[in-house]
């Protein structure tokens, strides 16, 4: 079992930047996983935003975030970070940290075992 907990969260204005962290725990060691960041809005489906393997050296993106946004993970803490910067309003959405077992970067939803609660973002015009 893996449990994820999500922090960094707020209020900001377009431009601001903002760190989210995603602290893990369970008896599975995080590093035997590969991570994701995912977002979703009132109404819509949940959607990809980053990934990374097990050891950090590959990571993913989804197009509207590249160049933004980098995702990163420390293993001997058990976290994952997504740095966002140059925050626009569209980018407003509950985000969600999450586990899945694999060798590579996920980019789908299916395969992510494990889930945390979520952080809300909220960037301001």
């Known amino acids: 079992q893996v449990q994820l907990v999500e922090s960094g969260g707020g209020l900001v204005q377009a431009g601001a930047s903002l760190r989210l962290s995603c602290a893990a725990s369970g008896r599975t060691f995080i590093n035997s996983y590969a991570m994701g960041w995912f977002r979703q809005t009132p109404g819509k489906a949940r959607e990809f935003v980053a990934a990374?393997?097990?050891?950090?050296?590959?990571?993913e993106y989804a197009d509207f975030v590249k160049g933004r946004f980098t995702i990163s993970r420390d293993n001997g803490e058990n976290t994952v970070f997504l740095q966002m910067n140059s925050l626009k309003p569209e980018d407003t959405a509950v985000y969600y940290c999450a586990a899945a077992r694999s060798s590579g970067t996920v980019h789908s939803v299916g395969p992510y075992g494990y889930w945390g609660q979520g952080t809300q973002v909220t960037v301001s015009s």
């Open positions: 990374i393997n097990w050891s950090g050296g590959r990571t």
